[in-house]
């Protein structure tokens, strides 16, 4: 009886050193050695990625030498919604001539047409426009979009 727990005992011991012997083997064969990396690109992307470091550190409206119109998160009139072209047209030459100092934007999302007015930083600025507008058309909402910036001018008196 001794023989045979004495024999399993080295089998067991055996196995684990085996085991054990494997996995250092298989570890020291994987390890991988360092080697070199060579980057192969045009040039042209170093200067495009140093233009855009430029253009993200400049302020709003510096003349960087590069057309990037400043934009942010605002809110526009939507004036009309519907699947009619010329309908749009017409409410924007509309809106137009009642406003022309407010910049329109006609947007498709299929299958309607969309004229969208003005470009506020707030949404206060858009309640008041959309409270004059209420008797010139019928169905009017304040969109949350990106929009051009307007420029804050100057005031040295």
């Known amino acids: 009886m001794k023989d045979s727990n004495t024999i399993s005992f080295l089998r067991c011991k055996a196995l684990r050193y085996g085991i054990a012997f494997f996995m250092l083997i298989s570890a020291a064969t994987m390890a991988q050695t360092p080697g070199k990396v060579t980057v192969v690109k045009d040039a042209r992307?170093?200067?495009?990625?140093?233009?855009?470091?430029?253009?993200?550190?400049?302020?709003?409206?510096?003349?960087?030498?590069?057309?990037?119109?400043?934009?942010?998160?605002?809110?526009?009139?939507?004036?009309?919604?519907?699947?009619?072209?010329?309908?749009?047209?017409?409410?924007?030459s509309k809106f137009n001539e009642l406003y022309p100092e407010l910049k329109t934007y006609i947007i498709y999302?299929?299958?309607?047409?969309?004229?969208?007015?003005?470009?506020?930083?707030?949404?206060?600025?858009?309640?008041?426009?959309?409270?004059?507008?209420?008797?010139?058309?019928?169905?009017?909402?304040?969109?949350?979009?990106?929009?051009?910036?307007?420029k804050i001018g100057n005031t040295n008196d």
């Open 109 to 150: 999302s299929e299958p309607n047409f969309k004229v969208r007015a003005g470009d506020f930083r707030t949404r206060l600025e858009a309640s008041k426009l959309l409270e004059q507008l209420r008797s010139q058309f019928p169905s009017l909402f304040i969109i949350s979009e990106k929009i051009n910036l307007p």
């Open 45 to 92: 992307i170093d200067s495009l990625i140093a233009l855009r470091i430029a253009l993200s550190k400049a302020p709003a409206g510096a003349n960087t030498g590069v057309y990037a119109p400043a934009s942010g998160t605002g809110y526009r009139v939507q004036i009309f919604s519907g699947s009619n072209r010329s309908e749009a047209y017409n409410a924007q």
